[in-house]
């Protein structure tokens, strides 16, 4: 069984409703193939942003329950690549 594989089944056993998977590793290490990878396996309804574009930085910057809701729609995951470039998206708001 390949690292790529083994992360995979990790995310599979950690993913639930309402929470945050943070995937941490060193520069091109395969962050982003992962994801990508995972994705492709799943039926799960999906939203896949980069967080490095200013479009989808914009899309996030209101930060209320209705916004949120409002961008996912039906979606039901929603997977946010290279997110530490959204400002302030480590912010621990009570919402």
């Known amino acids: 069984m390949n690292i790529v594989r083994i992360a ?9 409703p309402g929470k945050v998977i943070v ?10 193939f992962l994801l990508k990878d995972y994705i492709k396996n799943i039926s799960t309804k999906y939203i896949f942003w ?22 996912l729609g039906d979606a039901e995951l929603l997977i946010i690549d290279e997110a530490q470039k959204i400002p302030d998206s480590g912010y621990n708001s009570r919402l």
């Open 8 to 16: 995979e089944n990790i995310i599979k056993k950690k993913i639930k």
């Open 23 to 32: 995937i941490l590793g060193a520069r091109r290490v395969g962050k982003t």
């Open 50 to 71: 980069n967080g490095e574009d200013f479009a989808v930085q914009e899309l996030l910057k209101r930060r209320s329950v209705q916004n949120y809701r409002n961008i």
